[in-house]
């Protein structure tokens, strides 16, 4: 059987914070391939030098310009991308650091921190735009060969099964319809939910949970992060995972094993 690579994606809620926590313990003791980290909250020069650069590790960081200490995203990996881009080349979306492209030679991966639509909805609309850049980015890169996947903190939980009380957040942001439309039009378009995939009747399997109310302990939760494979990957998918027991952010890692090729 061919070898496999893991991959795994995080919100980590800040990675000062997720490092005080034991980070690198689990980064040590899990040791995927690679790990998309979002809501990073700073830049590389903020951070540890152990954990900008963990041992064994390339570390990618693309901070937010607009906002110090908000967004972020990070990329660790064991081997070195062939070429690694921030942002999905649209100056208004870049500035928040919500995006790392990294192409290896099997495959192109974009790791993103999606927008939230603000409980009052006004950052809706800009969510929706950031949506449709972003699909747009992952069509161009396929068009010119690449094999994509893509993973992250999409803000958005898809069905009905994706969240646990569905009924009460028909007009919460996360789960109203026109966000939920985007995620249509993504599975349209060709990409592949792997964990829905492999698991479709699976339910109360969520990836964030409300610290406030304490809704993890009760699992009272919403699966709104994932990894996405372009459908001519699929037959490379080995396994996808959420890990649910992994503490230290309001959302949990999710996972995706991949046949190498």
Known sequence: MPDTITLLSWNVNGARAIHKKGFLTWLDETAPDIVCLQETRA????????????????GYWNASRARQGYSGTGLLTKAEPLDVQFGLGVEPFDQEGRT???RYLTFTLINCYFPNGSRDHSRVPFKLAF???????????????????FCGDVNTAHQEIDLAHPKSNQKTTGFLPEERAWL?????????????????????????????????????????????VAAELLSRVVDACIQADVPGSDHCP????????
């Open 184 to 228: 249509d039009q993504v599975v349209a378009d060709g990409y592949v939910d792997t964990f829905r995939h492999l698991y479709p009747d699976l339910a109360e399997q969520y990836t964030w949970w409300s610290m406030p109310t304490r809704a993890r302990e009760r699992n009272v939760g919403w699966r709104i992060d994932y990894f996405f």
């Open 131 to 149: 949506y449709k850049a972003f699909l747009r980015k992952c069509q161009q890169l396929r068009a010119q060969g690449h094999a994509v996947v």
């Open 43 to 58: 830049a590389e020069s903020q951070l540890a030098p152990e954990m900008a650069q963990p041992a064994g590790y390339h």
């Open 100 to 102: 790392i492209v990294a």
């Open 254 to 261: 999710v996972g995706l094993r991949l046949r190498d090729v």
